[in-house]
């Protein structure tokens, strides 16, 4: 299952809040969103979060290939 899960302390109605994209139980990625721009705006932010991160690893991936040289 794949969820965006909104982690912020306190539920808010407005204001930027902290999401959590996860995959079954595993968080693939953080970002922020803020709830008054919708719900399509959080789809995509998380689309790009998920993005960067498997950008990210795949550089961490390389980078510990090139140390183990």
Known sequence: M????NTSP???VSGTCDYEV???R???TRF?????D?????LRLAADAV???RQQRF???VAAVVEDR
């Open 38 to 42: 919708g719900p399509a705006k959080c």
């Open 10 to 12: 306190t539920p808010q």
């Open 2 to 5: 794949i969820a965006i899960i």
């Open 59 to 61: 550089i961490e991936f």
């Open 26 to 28: 595993q968080v693939i």
């Open 32 to 36: 922020q969103h803020r709830r008054e």
């Open 51 to 53: 993005d960067q991160a």
């Open 22 to 24: 996860r995959i079954n």
